[in-house]
């Protein structure tokens, strides 16, 4: 549940960015965490929603929602299971299995990766550029059920230059998708800026409004799967991240209504049938290729990540259905992917 509460600005905050004001007044935590806020609409400036760097006047009347969240301790280490890729002293790269939540949040106080990463290192050798507790370590995510590669900071220098390349598209991210229909083009961008959505804050949505910010996906197609009795067939994607807003894919493979199969929030454009799921527990999502410049040695390292089982498995039930690889399907799906 959120709360609407209301705040004056003083004229002694006149010309501040809102961000600034709302952690200096303490209406939120932290500067990150109202800069979210802000972001997600979640802040009304005299009635309308702003940018998170529009200056206050003084008498300006600020509207927030302020989630009703419950007061935690600090957050402590949890022995979690880590499948650890890489690790030196600077970051670690590491395969998220499904229903790990990174951080901890009002539906998880804890079983968070971020109490993994503290068990794992101990709170003193993980960076802390989200500026919250609750975020050590974290320099991007991955939804709760979003399976694959990701990366964490030991340190602040190495966490703020991982998040300076993932803003600047130099780190190359890779998703594997099966969605559903068949996508006529060998490959596609689809750029259309994302906000909250409007009649549900648990969702995102692509939207022309000002809270929404730039959200800019490429994909090229792998493999078509024909239609079955219950479906209209399936399309297996790799899809490469440009930005990194909230369930991007997701939202924007729903917008392109080819919604991912088993995605149990995005279904405007999935068939109703529950067979056409195949099964599917989550959504068909899997960071499968990380591939970035090491901010401390300069080394260029690249990380390939197999299937998990259970996403394996449903590739293994269409295969008959097969179309055909296309050429990038060819070369991804042929691609050493090494789970050891």
């Known amino acids: 549940m959120t709360r609407l509460l209301s705040h004056t600005v003083d004229p002694a905050d006149a010309g501040k960015r809102l961000d600034a004001l709302l952690a200096e007044r303490g209406l939120y935590p932290s500067r990150s965490a109202a800069a979210r806020a802000v972001e997600e609409g979640a802040v009304y400036v005299n009635g309308a929603v702003v940018a998170k760097r529009h200056v206050v006047t003084a008498g300006a009347m600020i509207v927030y929602q302020a989630p009703e969240t419950p007061v ?3 957050v402590v280490g949890q022995p979690i299971d ?23 949040s009002v539906d998880h106080a804890d079983g968070t990766l971020v109490n993994a990463l503290i068990h ?11 500026g919250e507790d609750d975020r050590l370590g974290i ?5 709760r059920d979003t399976t694959g590669l990701m990366l964490a900071a030991k340190d602040d220098a190495t966490g703020y230059a991982l998040m300076a390349d993932i803003r600047d598209r130099a780190v190359d991210r890779r998703y594997l998708a099966l969605v559903h229909g ?7 961008m689809i750029d259309a800026p994302i906000a909250r959505a409007a009649s549900d804050r648990t969702r995102m949505a692509v939207r022309d409004v000002p809270s929404a910010r730039e959200a800019v996906t490429t994909f090229r197609v792998l493999e078509r799967f024909a239609c079955g009795p219950r479906d209209n067939g399936y399309t297996l994607v790799d899809c490469k991240l440009f930005t990194g807003r909230t369930h991007q894919i997701r939202v924007h493979m729903e917008y392109a209504k080819h919604p991912l199969a088993g995605d149990p929030a995005y279904t405007a454009h999935a068939p109703k049938d529950p067979a056409a799921d195949l099964g599917l527990c989550r ?3 899997h960071s499968f290729r990380l591939s970035f410049t090491h901010p401390a ?8 990540d197999a299937l998990p ?10 295969a008959p259905r097969s179309e055909g690889r296309t050429a990038a399907g060819d070369e991804v799906l042929g691609a050493r992917c090494d789970r050891s």
Do not use: W, Y
Request: glycine share 8%.
């Open 309 to 318: 089982p259970d996403l394996q498995e449903v590739l293994d039930e269409l």
């Open 82 to 104: 880590l499948d650890i890729r890489f690790e030196d002293e600077h970051l670690i790269v590491l395969s998220k299995q499904a229903g790990l939540v990174c951080h901890p």
């Open 297 to 304: 040695t300069g080394e260029e390292l690249c990380f390939f």
């Open 182 to 188: 068949s996508i006529a083009h060998d490959t596609g």
């Open 283 to 285: 959504q068909f999502l």
């Open 120 to 130: 794992h290192c101990g709170a003193e050798h993980l960076c802390n550029v989200q």
């Open 139 to 143: 320099v991007h995510r991955l939804d």
């Open 72 to 74: 935690f301790g600090p």
